[in-house]
């Protein structure tokens, strides 16, 4: 069975600076690719997605993605944080001709000013 | 409006007690899904529907039971509620389910005591 690992639970960064959040699969052939983002009190958004083609891949707000077959990964990152990047985020996958998302455990990201 | 709403946001039953979460969406998606979110756990899903009147297993169940006889509709009942089900339930819908796109409703937080 697919799996996602996120292996961060907590993150602390300082506004501006850079920000990876790790994800990997276990999946033996390419999997669909997720990052969402869940703010205090609310239900999921989508902020990237990777199914095939361009290894890095450009979300809303500012984040990036990089599918990194070799490290079976899809790191999600962002040049410069702001404070209201302050939430949970949470990779996850959708494999072989499957279509429920498998969500990893997530990581709590809080942004000191 | 547009979207997808539950109800009710907030729910206190009594263990042993039958309670039922609503979940409706006005884009007449075709898949639905139930998800819970524990923490250490990340979302699991609970159960999911493809379409009006079919539904199946997600990877966490036992205890749950699902109907959908109208698209727009996807309501989650305990039947004998336990504290093991205390949680936050999303619902979420897809067009098609495979994109990953899911839109998530605001959660619905049960508590059993």
């Known amino acids: 069975a697919q799996s996602v690992t996120q292996p961060d639970i907590h993150i602390t960064v300082s506004e501006g600076a850079s920000l990876e959040l790790r994800c990997n699969y276990s999946y033996g052939a390419t999997p669909y690719l997720f990052w969402y983002v869940q703010s205090p009190g609310q239900g999921l958004q989508l902020l990237l997605k990777y199914f095939s083609g361009d290894t890095l891949v450009q979300g809303i707000k500012g984040f990036e993605a990089e599918f990194k077959r070799s490290q079976s990964s899809f790191n999600l990152r962002k040049p410069s944080v702001h404070w209201s990047d302050a939430a949970e985020y949470f990779c996850a996958v959708i494999t072989g001709g499957g279509n429920k998302l498998t969500f990893g455990t997530g990581t709590q990201l809080k942004v000191e000013l | ?113």
């Open chain 2, 1 to 113: 409006d547009a979207g997808i709403t539950q109800s009710p946001r907030y729910k206190i039953t009594e263990t042993g007690r039958q309670v039922t979460l609503m979940c409706h969406q006005t884009w007449s998606h075709s898949y639905m899904f139930w998800y819970r979110q524990d923490l250490g756990h990340g979302l699991r899903l609970i159960y999911y529907s493809a379409a009006a009147d079919i539904t199946d297993k997600g990877e966490v169940p036992d205890g749950y039971v699902v109907s959908r006889s109208k698209t727009e509709n996807f309501p989650l009942t305990l039947e004998s509620a336990t504290r093991s089900q205390t949680s936050v339930y999303f619902c979420a819908s897809s067009e098609t389910g495979r994109d990953g796109g899911y839109t998530f409703g605001s959660g619905t937080r049960l508590t059993v005591v």
